[in-house]
């Protein structure tokens, strides 16, 4: 068994710094607990370079040996700051390989669920997106770096309102909140070109499908409450053609299409 080593708060800064980064592959939740209270005395916001080294080892270590190849999502992967979407309780294990609570029962999904169900959506950055399931906020962010617009409906009011809060913050002007039943689509904005689905459906509504263009992509977890699939839905002929991805846990989509409760 490896030994948790972490470099003494009166080593020089450099090699603190270099040890910190060495051990935090090992062991990412003591060692980004230890940074946040003992690195030269700053608090984790302030040190943007060391998260941003953190999220270049969450895509080396986790996304690409796992076979996210699509280059642009993995950039954008590299560039939003995970951390700012979650709890500051939580923080610490921003760029862990785990889904985290973000309260009301609701979860961030894992860093590798939110780059496999980007690169399926197979974005080129001029669509326009449906997200249902709102959340934190993190994966519309990750949308709105590689697609033209994003619409996001979140049925919880306090999350909508923390993420409108936060994607304004970061600047993202091209991600509009909603709060509302997002199993009912958007209506009014359709059709879209790409519609992403972040809670478990017991299937997909056809209310959706009829609001994705021809030739458009559907992404969404299906199955049972406890267990799903991820599938890959293309419009055709006024047709969901279905692929199954991979084996997923996400939280009910909770609505009039989906789960009662």
């Known amino acids: 068994m490896a030994e948790k080593v972490f470099a003494n708060c009166h080593s020089p800064p450099s090699l603190r710094k270099d040890l910190f980064l060495k051990q935090s592959l090992l062991f990412p939740r003591e060692s980004l607990m230890y940074y946040n209270k003992n690195m030269d005395g700053r608090d984790m916001d302030n040190g943007a370079s060391d998260y941003q080294r953190m999220r270049d080892a969450m895509v080396d270590n986790q996304l690409i040996p796992r076979g996210i190849k699509d280059p642009r999502v993995l950039d954008a992967m590299r560039r ?25 029962g609701q979860t961030i999904s894992q860093p590798y669920m939110v780059a496999i169900m980007t690169e399926l959506l197979e974005l080129k950055g001029e ?60 209506e009014e904005r359709a059709p879209f070109d790409r519609i992403l689905i972040t809670a478990a459906a017991p299937e997909i509504p056809e209310i959706l499908v009829r609001q994705l263009k021809e030739n458009g992509i559907i992404v969404a977890p299906v199955g049972e409450r406890y267990s799903q699939v991820l ?31």
Request: glycine share 12%; charged share 20%.
């Open 80 to 104: 939003v700051p995970r951390h700012l979407f979650m709890p500051e309780p939580v923080r610490y294990s921003a760029y862990d390989d785990i889904a985290l609570p973000i309260g009301e």
């Open 127 to 186: 669509e326009t997106i449906l997200e249902i399931g709102t959340g934190s906020g993190y994966q519309a962010a990750i949308l709105g770096e590689l697609a033209r617009e994003v619409y996001t409906i979140e049925r919880l009011p306090h999350l909508a309102a923390e993420a409108v809060s936060r994607l304004a913050e970061l600047g993202y002007d091209n991600v509009t909140v909603i709060t509302g039943d997002g199993t009912k689509g958007l």
């Open 231 to 261: 599938i890959k839905g293309r419009k055709s002929g006024g047709v969901l053609v279905e692929e199954f991805s991979t084996p997923c846990v996400f939280v009910p989509l909770i609505g009039e299409y989906g789960w009662r409760s």
